[in-house]
């Protein structure tokens, strides 16, 4: 817990410290625009090198232009203190090496060839000496969950092998992986397959069909969904009413769980949840009368209000900046005998924080100990994101310490906080030790840990880092998503690293994600600028429309 002094010396800080500063494919008949060569074009690289194991091989057609440009002391560059870590780390190998290749990293490397359909991966699969015995499914459908179609790919491969029957927590992964792909027609038909299996189903994969439909505004389908539960074999309970109505508002879709609450409260018994759902969505959506409106037929319904549905108010209030209705509710929780908990003064800090209030951020953690609240590590990972936002990273760093001292241990959000803020300050040193830190303690990353990191390699153009960074992902099996591929394209564009940009893009459409129209552009721009003609046309001819760059004179 936060000693007395350290808070005050936190107020009171009035000096910031501040640091601005595809050959596989043609054997499936499948030739796509951009075809890869299979040995690397730059002379350093070597069969045997594994650090360049995770970057796609750049296209032939950008790789035969002269680009003009020579690799940079920096590409290769490793912090000292880190290169052993680095160096050591396991690695996929994608390139013939003296070891001997496991299972896992045989099949990933077939598994990361771009392909049209699931059914050419399976016949990939079934070309190779490889049995689902060897593997983990589990592994590989987290592994690749953002590329379904290898995920279904494999998926399918392994239930036709004999003696093998997928479990039903495997079905849900893959149930859940291609409804974040929005391949509804496939999920249903999974759906029905599970069906037939016969205790398959259960309220998880619901939940999961449910909330990936309204994920996707198809609002009316989810509901159609919890109308033939029963069908299913579930329950039509409270618990799978209240996982429908928090499907539907996280999909911003209120109005559609106002509309299901009306049409099933009277055939199902609701409880507390049921109306804080309903709060929660409502003060989300702005709508705070119409949320008032809710507590009001809480109350009719012999359901007192709870810290719960203040706080939606309170976050509400908060995300205008509206501190005086904050205090407010603050006031009406006392009188209603509701203890503000760790969530509610989180939320308050840490908007006070962003709007630039440090001083009054702090006074939060007296207003804790006052109420006997104990800090829990999203309260511990918001101020040190408040104290690293306004530049005070010693203080920072002395909060992510003490947090440990005090028994609580840091989660993913708390070192991810830590991480971008040092990579947002360029402490590319700390910013790493943290990872290695983070894998130390067992605290497994996630695809926002990379974010930072990789962009940061971008900017600096440590190339060898960033294939490192690639290849810890993959044996983390975090896969590489849409907002991740448009953040490596976009960074090694503004580094001009044009070469690595369009290997990203190209393994981006491969794997069927859309780019955005402005990350096309820039790419096309950029091309343009450097005259690498053929490499822009090649990219037009992926993905169609992009616009012309505009030609000044």
């Known amino acids: 817990m936060l000693r007395k002094h350290q808070t005050l010396s936190l107020a009171s800080s009035s000096n910031p ?46 790789s035969k232009q002269n680009t003009g440009t020579q690799p940079s002391g920096d590409d290769d560059f490793v912090i000292p203190s880190l290169a052993t870590w680095i160096e050591n780390h396991p690695k996929v190998r994608l390139f013939p090496t003296k070891k001997p290749e496991t299972p896992v990293e045989k099949i990933t490397k077939i598994l990361k060839c771009p392909y049209p359909s699931p059914e050419i991966v399976v016949q990939a699969l079934n070309a190779s000496d490889l049995s689902v015995s060897d593997v ?31 479990t039903p927590e495997l079905y849900n992964l893959m149930v859940d992986g291609l409804g974040k792909a929005k391949m509804f027609d496939l999920l249903l038909d999974l759906i029905e397959e599970m069906k037939q299996l016969k205790g398959y189903i259960n309220l998880d994969t619901i939940f999961k069909v449910m909330r990936r439909l309204a994920n996707a505004r198809r609002f009316s389908e989810a509901i159609e969904v919890f109308r033939r539960i029963e069908e299913l074999g579930v329950e039509k309970d409270v618990m799978a009413l209240n996982g429908l109505l928090d499907a539907l508002v ?28 309903l709060v929660h969505g409502f003060c989300k959506a702005r709508r705070l009368s119409d949320a008032r409106k809710i507590l009001n037929e809480m109350n009719e319904q012999g359901f007192q209000p709870c ?6 108010f309170i976050e509400a209030y908060c995300r205008e900046k509206d501190f005086r209705n904050v205090d407010a509710i603050l006031d009406e929780m006392k009188e209603k005998g509701c203890r503000p908990n760790a969530v509610t003064y989180t939320i308050i800090m840490h908007a006070r924080g962003k709007a630039g209030e440090i001083g009054k951020a702090l006074e939060v953690y007296d207003m804790m100990k006052k109420d006997s609240c104990l800090p829990d590590s999203s309260f511990y990972g918001s101020l040190i994101f408040i104290l690293s936002k306004a530049g005070r990273l010693k203080d920072a760093d002395e909060i992510f310490e003490d947090m440990v001292k005090q028994g609580v241990k840091p989660n ?16 590319e040193e700390k910013a790493l030790k943290l990872l290695k830190r983070m894998e130390e303690d067992s605290c497994k990353p996630n695809i926002s840990t990379y974010a ?3 962009k940061m390699c971008c900017r600096k153009k440590r190339m060898k880092v960033l294939n490192f960074l690639l290849s810890h992902m993959l044996n983390n099996d975090v896969s590489i998503d849409h907002t991740t591929y448009t953040l490596l394209v976009r960074g090694l564009c503004n580094s001009g690293k044009l070469e690595q940009a369009c290997a990203f893009f190209e393994e981006m459409v491969l794997k069927g994600m859309i780019p955005k129209g402005s990350i096309c552009t820039m790419l096309v721009e950029k091309l343009e600028k450097e005259d690498m003609i053929e490499a822009k046309q090649k990219v037009q001819e992926l993905v169609p429309n992009v616009k012309e760059p505009k030609i000044t004179v």
């Not at 810290?307 to 939606?312: A, G, I, N, P, R």
């Not at 993913?412 to 402490?427: E, K, V, W």
Request: glycine content about 4%; some cysteine.
């Open 307 to 312: 810290t719960v549905s203040f706080t939606c």
């Open 412 to 427: 993913a959000l708390t070192y991810n906080t830590m991480i971008s803020s040092s990579c947002g300050h360029s402490l």
């Open 250 to 277: 996280k999909g911003d879709g209120v109005e559609h769980a106002c509309e299901a609450f009306v049409e099933l409260k009277e055939c199902i018994p609701l409880n507390s949840n049921t109306f804080n759902i």
């Open 452 to 454: 930072p990191l990789l």
């Open 136 to 166: 983990s499914v589990d592994q590989l459908l987290k592994r690749f969950s953002n590329s379904w179609i290898s995920a279904y790919g494999v998926f399918i491969w392994a239930k036709t092998q004999s003696g093998y029957t997928h």
């Open 17 to 62: 410290q501040r640091n601005l500063n595809v050959n596989s494919l043609k054997l499936f008949g499948f030739s796509p625009l951009f075809t890869s060569t299979s040995t690397s074009t730059n002379p350093s690289a070597s069969p045997d090198s594994s650090l360049t194991s995770e970057l796609p091989d750049i296209p032939s057609w950008v």
